[in-house]
């Protein structure tokens, strides 16, 4: 009889609504997983969070890696960069968000950690790791031959009539729908189409931002990116054209949360074979170098 691979211990740093409403639920559900603490920037909002999953808070960052295989981070990308370094650099697996950064330097810094210590990473993607988006993608990068692409990400997050819990973001207000949602639509389009070899990007309404790039393969994509859209008009579509015709992502029919266990199911593979992720930390810094020239090329 094979034995049980051990619970990976894997820590959260972050109480802001992603980490209650994704990451602390699903890891403390996980049954490959421990939630083995939590540890935020407000100790009051840490330590009801820990309560509410039977858990514990804890008052450093650094004393939380010292009881852990692995974090979990759910955090501004400014503030999760030089987490994540010190969580590499004192031996943990690293489950990180996107953006992995806003800097080109803060993304390698991460990668680099890792790659010193070790340590497997995954980036939380949550098309990638969407059970029919991810197949679609899988499917649609084995067909190749495509010809263009044009993903919409519109979000009404800063929408006058807005309610969204990420309405108030510090980040997302500074950083606008490029760095928000444009992770994700790179998530999709560089494995299908090759990595990006041109990057150019011209500003719309709000924060909107009109995204074209050149693939290696040959390819043209353009992805108007926005987080100021009216709800009517909010919504993902991709689409890709080419030889096989016309295809779209299907929509998604679940929350966030599956998608977060099947990012834990990655990080824990990765972690017990030492085979790197498509989704890992040099995919990663690669998402932040094209947004970082992007951004460059709005002036």
């Known amino acids: 009889m094979t034995t049980p691979a051990p619970a990976l211990r894997i820590g959260l740093l972050g109480t802001g609504p992603w980490a209650r409403r994704v990451h602390a639920p699903v890891l403390a559900a996980h049954p490959g997983a421990v939630l083995s603490g939590i ?8 330590a009801e969070l820990a309560q509410a999953h039977g858990t514990r808070a804890y008052a450093t960052p650094d004393e939380l890696f010292a009881d852990c295989d692995a974090v979990s981070l759910a955090l501004p990308p400014s503030v ?12 943990c697996h690293l489950l990180l968000d996107k953006p992995v950064a806003t800097t080109v330097a803060g993304a390698r ?11 497997a990473s995954v980036v ?14 899988a499917e649609q990068a084995a067909a190749g031959g ?8 519109l979000g009404s997050v800063f929408a006058d009539d807005s309610d969204s819990p990420y309405a108030d973001s510090p980040w997302r207000r500074e950083k606008g729908a490029l760095w928000d949602v444009g992770p994700h639509a790179l998530s999709v389009l560089l494995p299908v189409l090759g990595d990006a070899e ?17 693939h290696t393969g040959g390819a043209a994509s353009s992805a108007t990116l926005g987080l100021s859209a009216p709800r009517p008009a909010s919504g993902v579509e991709v689409t890709l054209r080419g030889t096989a015709g016309t295809t779209t992502l299907p929509r998604r029919q679940a929350g966030p949360e599956p ?5 834990v199911d990655a990080l824990l593979e ?9 989704c890992d930390i040099r995919f990663g810094v690669r998402v932040t170098e094209i947004l970082a020239a992007a951004e460059e090329a709005l002036g």
């Open 109 to 119: 810094a991460v990668a680099d950690a890792a790659e010193r210590a070790g340590s």
């Open 80 to 91: 999760q960069a030089p987490l994540a370094v010190r969580a590499a650099e004192a031996g």
């Open 198 to 214: 041109t990057v150019t990007a011209a500003r719309g309404p709000a924060d909107t931002v009109l995204l074209t790039l050149r």
């Open 270 to 278: 990765a972690a017990r074979t030492g085979r790197p992720h498509p």
């Open 124 to 137: 939380f993607f949550t098309a990638r790791f969407g059970e029919r988006e991810g197949a679609w993608i």
């Open 39 to 46: 540890w935020g920037r407000r100790p009051a909002a840490a």
């Open 146 to 153: 495509w010809f263009t692409a044009h993903a919409d990400w």
């Open 259 to 263: 998608a977060f266990h099947r990012a």
